[in-house]
Structure formats: structure tokens, C-alpha cells
């Protein structure tokens, strides 16, 4: 079955980094698109970036970009999310996903299939 587990959320200081992983089973991981999005407590899911199934396309929220690199680690199956000169508002749960949307629609979440269970990020 489909499975996305995300990892290496954690407490960090500001202007430190973290590195976020989101190891994919159960489906073909090169052929989808793929997001990281964020939601601190009491506010609305926040997409922050998104990258297509081969890697050659990518998108950033503008609070994040020059801050934050989103890649595939294909032989692992793995999606990850560098994180650097982190700050306060950065802080929130972090959900990876996969989908298939077309890419007008790269930048809807809900058009996104496959969710993992998300992993706290705390910069404080």
C-alpha cells in the first residue's frame, strides 16, 4: 500500500537548519509530483515548495525561497527538504504528498493524492 513517512522535524535555534525526509513506498516514486507543505498551529495549510516528477521543475513559497531546497533522492526513494537560516514563522508540522496534477494545478494541495502523517518543526 501507498505509504509517505516523513522525518527529521526537531527543535532548532534561529538561524539553524534541519533537513526534512519523506521516504515513499507502495508507489511509483519517479512519476509524481511532489509538495511539502506546513501548518502552524491555528493558521491554514501553507504550501511551501513542490517539485515535479523528474526534478526539473520546482516552486517556493517567497518566505522560503534562498532559504529552503526542495530534492529527490531517487535511488531511496526518498524526498527532502533542506531547510536553512531558519526563523520562528517557520515553525509547524510538515506534510509531504504525491499526486498527479497537471502542471497548472502543481501548486493545489488538495489535487495531491498521497499524504504522509507529518513531522514537528520547532524554531525557537
Known amino acids: 500500500h501507498v505509504q509517505l513517512v516523513e522525518s527529521g522535524g526537531g527543535l532548532v535555534q534561529p538561524g539553524g537548519s534541519l533537513r526534512l525526509s519523506c521516504a515513499a513506498s507502495?508507489?511509483?516514486?519517479?512519476?509524481?509530483?511532489m509538495l511539502w507543505v506546513r501548518q502552524a498551529p491555528g493558521k491554514e495549510l501553507e504550501l511551501v515548495s513542490t517539485?515535479?516528477?523528474?526534478?526539473?521543475?520546482?516552486d517556493y513559497v517567497d518566505s522560503v525561497k534562498g532559504r529552503f531546497v526542495i530534492s529527490h533522492d531517487y535511488a531511496k526513494k526518498t524526498l527532502n527538504l533542506q531547510m536553512d537560516s531558519l526563523k520562528p514563522e517557520d515553525s509547524g508540522v510538515y506534510y509531504c504528498?504525491?499526486?498527479?496534477?497537471?502542471?497548472?494545478?502543481?501548486?493545489?494541495?488538495?489535487?495531491?493524492?498521497?499524504w504522509g502523517q507529518g513531522t514537528q518543526g520547532t524554531v525557537s
Open positions: 504528498a504525491a499526486g498527479s496534477p497537471s502542471r497548472m494545478r502543481r501548486l493545489i494541495a488538495s489535487d495531491y493524492e498521497y
Open positions: 507502495g508507489f511509483t516514486f519517479s512519476t509524481y509530483w
Open positions: 517539485i515535479s516528477n523528474d526534478g526539473g521543475d520546482t
